[in-house]
Nanobody, 116 residues
Framework: QVQLVESGGGLVQPGGSLRLSCAASGRTFSGYTMGWFRQAPGKEREFVAHISWSGESTVYGGSVKGRFTISRDNAKNTLYLQMNSLKPEDTGTYSC?????????WGQGTQVTVSS
């Protein structure tokens, strides 16, 4: 059974940082793109970032570019999202995904709340 499990979410003050992790099990994603989406209450799901299988190519959503950094460790089958200079509008549920042939796998999500 393929599982993606996020961790690292929590409550942080504006301007603070968090590092999210997404641990994959049941299959390797080392040859495929992985990434993050987020969703705030009452809003549509928003693309955050994705990273190529090698880690050499990354793409970021406009609202997080320059503040967030996506990375991966294929040996550990784990994806990361370093979030700096957090803003209240970054609040939401962050979900990771891993692409494979013909389908996309999703994690359950981890909550990030940015508030003073």
């Amino acid at each position: 059974q393929v599982q993606l499990v996020e961790s690292g979410g929590g409550l942080v003050q504006p301007g603070g940082s968090l590092r999210l992790s997404c641990a994959a099990s049941g299959r390797t994603f080392s040859g495929y793109t992985m990434g993050w989406f987020r969703q705030a209450p009452g809003k549509e799901r928003e693309f955050v970032a994705h990273i190529s299988w090698s880690g050499e190519s990354t793409v970021y959503g406009g609202s997080v570019k320059g503040r967030f950094t996506i990375s991966r460790d294929n040996a550990k089958n784990t994806l990361y999202l370093q979030m700096n200079s957090l803003k209240p509008e970054d609040t939401g549920t962050y979900s990771c995904f891993g692409d494979a042939v013909l389908r996309r796998y999703w994690g359950q999500g981890t909550q990030v709340t940015v508030s003073s």
